[in-house]
């Protein structure tokens, strides 16, 4: 199972930006999906989850300005995040609790992280 992530990008403050990330290979279901971020000499957070029902969960500092999303049909998980600010600046990481089919297990996935730079 391989988490493709993509869409971060340079944007000025008060900017958008949409990250997408891909599940692929033996995969039964996806559980719950999640974002993460970990800034230069920081611990890495939790930013938002998404079960496979659709409920969500934000941390504080992003409540009103992320949208985290997600196609069951495709395994795609998205962030559409508006309103950056320049502490938004990270590197963030997509998480995915997946049950593969090969072999019959579950296992947590992460991708391999899209840089955010939001400038002031």
Request: proline share 2%; net charge positive; glycine share 10%.
């Amino acid at each position: 199972v391989q988490l493709q992530a993509s869409g971060g990008g340079l944007v000025q403050a008060g900017g958008s930006l949409r990250l997408s990330c891909e599940a692929s290979g033996s995969i039964s279901s996806i559980n719950a999906m999640g974002w993460y971020r970990q800034a230069p000499g920081k611990q890495r957070e939790l930013v938002a989850t998404i079960s496979n029902g659709g409920v969500t969960s934000y941390v504080d500092s992003v409540k009103g300005r992320f949208t985290i999303s997600r196609t069951n049909a495709k395994n795609t998980l998205y962030l559409q995040m508006n309103s950056l600010k320049p502490e938004d600046t990270a590197v963030y990481y997509c998480n995915a609790k997946v049950i593969t089919i090969v072999p019959l297990d579950s296992h947590n996935y992460w991708g391999q992280g899209t840089q955010v730079t939001v400038s002031s």
